[in-house]
């Protein structure tokens, strides 16, 4: 039998669930894509509960079995990690520890390919990129598995929870959600600590949640060298330019016009390791887009925007005015083609 003090979460957690569901919901509509997406994965389920009962069922099956096998400190952590927005077709999860993660794919992951399934679809890593997505298929067995990894403040995603319920687990050590979809079909989402990790097959639950305790970081994505030039788009076209240093490790360039001087760095980020003037100076924390950036102004006028672009480190420092040298860092872009070409 239950405890007094199960029962009364239960009790507690349902009352709070009906209290914040509301009566109307507006109609979701899904893109072609993804229904497309959805019919092929998930085919076609039974006729969906009200979404209330839903949202209700949902709670209760999440909490009995989360009391059942790991107690109520593991449910609590799992909304430390995920914030959950129910919908009657589908619930919307967001990752909301995000503080100090990766904004790039620094490390890339892969979990143990069984034998026999071949890779039909991946895709390149580039700095750009908010995730990486891996296809496997055995089709004699008529199976397929689909890894991805996601950097954690872009974690944004449509889940179909239409009579389908959420339960807790553990990958690793790591707080997670894993979903029955239909006929073998388990779809299982981790924050590793780094980012949110999903594998999504037909191959059963015991062995899906094997193949999501094999995953590990199978290379290392940050440049030891400059592979990739950026360049200040704003337009300088008056001032006289004069890159200076440039190795396999740094560029650095000037831009002048009369007293008036914009100086520009790009790092590899093992490398990166310089003594700056703050004396005096009271070093702001802000963002480059959505790098983390920080910012200071020397006691000779100039202003820094120092910031971790994700595979290089930038600066910009000026005696122009703050304003002007934020949007000059902020005008960085990464030339097209970049090809090394021997004299």
């Known amino acids: 039998m239950e405890s007094n003090f199960k029962l009364a979460l239960r ?17 979701h509509e899904f893109s072609a894509g993804f229904e497309k997406k959805m019919k092929r994965l998930l085919k076609h389920g039974k006729p969906a509960l009200s979404f209330k009962k839903l ?11 989360v009391l059942a096998a790991v107690g109520t400190g593991a449910f609590e952590s799992l909304f430390k990690q995920f914030s959950f927005e129910h919908h009657e077709t589908h619930t919307v999860v967001k990752s909301t520890d995000t503080e100090g993660a990766p904004r790039v ?24 990129m908010p ?9 004699a067995e008529n199976k397929y598995l689909n890894f991805m990894q996601t950097v954690k403040n872009k974690y944004n995603v449509n889940v179909n929870t239409e009579d389908r319920v959420m339960e807790y687990i553990a990958i690793n050590g790591h707080d997670g959600y894993i979903i029955d979809l239909w006929d073998n079909e388990y779809l299982i989402s981790w924050d590793n600590g780094d980012y949110i990790l999903e594998i ?7 062995r ?9 970081v199978v290379e290392n994505l940050i440049p030891e060298t400059i592979e990739e030039i950026y360049t200040i788009s704003y337009d300088l076209s008056d001032y006289e330019y ?10 650095c360039a000037e831009y002048r016009k009369g007293d008036k001087i914009i ?18 100076a009271e070093i702001e924390k802000t963002n480059i887009y959505e790098c983390e950036a920080f910012y200071f102004c020397d006691n000779h006028n100039y202003h820094h925007y120092i910031w971790d672009g994700g595979y290089y480190i930038f600066s910009i420092g000026s005696n122009l005015d703050k304003e002007t040298v934020y949007e000059i860092a902020k005008s960085l872009r990464k030339e097209e083609k970049y090809e090394e070409t021997s004299e």
């Not at 949202?55 to 079995?65: E, P, S, Y």
């Not at 995730?131 to 089709?139: A, D, G, L, P, V």
């Not at 999504?200 to 015991?206: E, F, H, K, S, T």
């Not at 590899?268 to 003037?277: F, G, P, R, S, V």
Request: include cysteine; proline fraction near 4%.
């Open 263 to 280: 100086n520009f760095e790009q790092w590899t980020k093992a490398e990166y390791d310089i003594l700056l003037n703050t004396e005096g």
């Open 242 to 251: 004069n890159l200076w240093l440039e190795n396999d490790i740094s560029r």
């Open 11 to 27: 009790e507690a957690m349902i009352t709070e669930c009906e209290a914040l569901i509301p009566a109307e919901i507006p109609y």
């Open 55 to 65: 949202g209700i069922f949902i709670a209760t099956a999440a909490i009995v079995a």
């Open 105 to 128: 794919i620094e490390d890339l992951y892969m979990f143990d390919v069984p034998e026999g399934f071949e890779c039909s679809y991946t895709e390149e890593p580039a700095e750009w």
């Open 208 to 216: 899906m949640i094997r193949l999501a305790e094999s995953v590990k």
């Open 131 to 139: 995730f990486i997505n891996h296809f496997y298929q055995n089709e």
């Open 200 to 206: 999504i097959g037909n191959l059963g639950r015991d």
